[in-house]
């Protein structure tokens, strides 16, 4: 239990540092400007050391899995995405796997039946909710180009359009009150991330193997979507004020003038977290997909012999050589040689 309610205890208390750190005491540049820019700074360090020091692991040969018939002979029908020979199918596999997680359809669920007999059945929920979550962050993320770009960018209106098609209108007795169009992807996200919460928590097995760094990125991101939807819907900021201080921590040239809504800081400060945590983390998996060499590799290992390049040169002796050295003795012995 405890490694469940821990990292939701600390991602409270982070939110209630930034709410009092603004409100309470005007720390509004620590929160606003240093602390953003030390996470920013952190991030990109920590996300590029991370990779350059994949990037320099040695991987001498192919690592094929087994789930496709390599390129062999010509009338046996190789399985190109699975196990691809060339560069094509190399990509394909990894636009798949990087776009639509691919590789978790196979996921499977074990569980006893009456009998008892265990059984493995397909299980696609965690591909579906994998899938829905990182699809509406990367939206939610292109969405905010509003903010961070000085002028938004073309696509910006057009996810918009089609990620806020609903358009709730309720009535009071004066007037219709339209509010903020509802953002599908912000319902989306919320449902995904309760449900990768909840798989952790009532599945025994998976609540087993769970830790605490599991669970922390789900409360920071379920924070950072609960306080921008709480700024959209609800506590209302002032997004011009939180433009301009993002358009000047953009061209560092940061204005410590401006002052938003505390919410706005708490929103600020998860994502900072989120940012500063990053390298360290499992979320790491978003550079090291990349580096995966079951994905990235060509299986050519029947066309092409690779040699491990640190492979120490042997000194070999042949039979000619041996029998050289010991002629003496074997004749003495009356061994048969190869050359008289
Ligand atoms: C990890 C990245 C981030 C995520 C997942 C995220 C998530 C969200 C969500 C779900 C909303 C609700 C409305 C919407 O969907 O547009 C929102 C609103 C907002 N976010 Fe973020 N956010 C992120 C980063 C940031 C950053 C870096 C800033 C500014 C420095 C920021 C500023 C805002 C503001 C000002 C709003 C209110 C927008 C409005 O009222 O229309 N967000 N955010």
Redesign the pocket.
Known sequence: MKKIITPFVLVVLLGLIAWFGTAGLGLYTLFGVVL?YGAFATFIVGFTFKILSWAKSPVPFRIPTTAGQAKSLTWIKPNELESPSGAPGVLARMFLEVFFFRSLLRNSRASMVKGPRLVYVSDKSLWLAGLVFHWS?LI??L??Y???AEQVPFFVPLLEAV?GFFEIVWYNEIHAVTL?GL?L??AL?LVALTFLFLRRVLDTKVRFISLLQDYFPLYL?LG??I???L???NL??D?IA??N??QS?VHFHPDTSIQ?GSI?YV??F???T??FYFPFSKLMHAGGVFMSPTRNLANNSRAKRHINPWNPTIKIRTYAEYEEDYRDKMKAVGLPLEKE
Do not use: C, W
Request: charged letters at 15%.
């Open positions: 953003p962050f939610i993320f969405r905010h509003r903010i961070f990620d903020p953002y992807t912000d996200i991101i950072i979507v306080t921008g939807s700024m959209r819907y209302k900021v997004v939180a433009k201080l993002v921590l938003v706005f929103h600020l998860f994502v900072s989120l940012a």
